[in-house]
Nanobody
């Protein structure tokens, strides 16, 4: 089973940018898809963006035009470039990986956007 480690979170002012990384313990080429989720304080975890093995992408309406998901199979890493950040983007960001049989979660990285 693949293991995932997120990094890149931190404190940023509104309008700023961050790039999150999700490093996998093994080859991600065969994964069905990988996703970024976030959980704001007091709210349920929500899907932010997803990318399939064929590099088709999905974005939640709230982040379209501001966030970009990508993957580098050679580095076994997925990224989330977040621009024009808003206070409502604050939360813990989790990456997930889907194979044919299982979903694996990372431990999360915290993003705090100040107004």
């Amino acid at each position: 089973q693949v293991q995932l480690v997120e990094s890149g979170g931190g404190l940023v002012q509104a309008g700023g940018s961050l790039r999150l990384s999700c490093a996998a313990s093994r080859n991600i080429f065969s994964l069905v898809s990988m996703e970024w989720y976030r959980q704001a304080p007091g709210k349920q975890r929500e899907l932010v963006a997803a990318i399939t093995g064929a590099s088709f992408t999905y974005y939640a309406d709230s982040v379209k035009g501001r966030f970009t998901i990508s993957r580098d199979n050679a580095k076994n890493t997925m990224y989330l470039q977040m621009n024009s950040l808003k206070p409502e983007d604050t939360g813990v960001y989790y990456c997930a990986a889907d194979s044919d049989e299982t979903r694996t979660w990372g431990q999360g990285t915290r993003v705090n956007v100040s107004s």
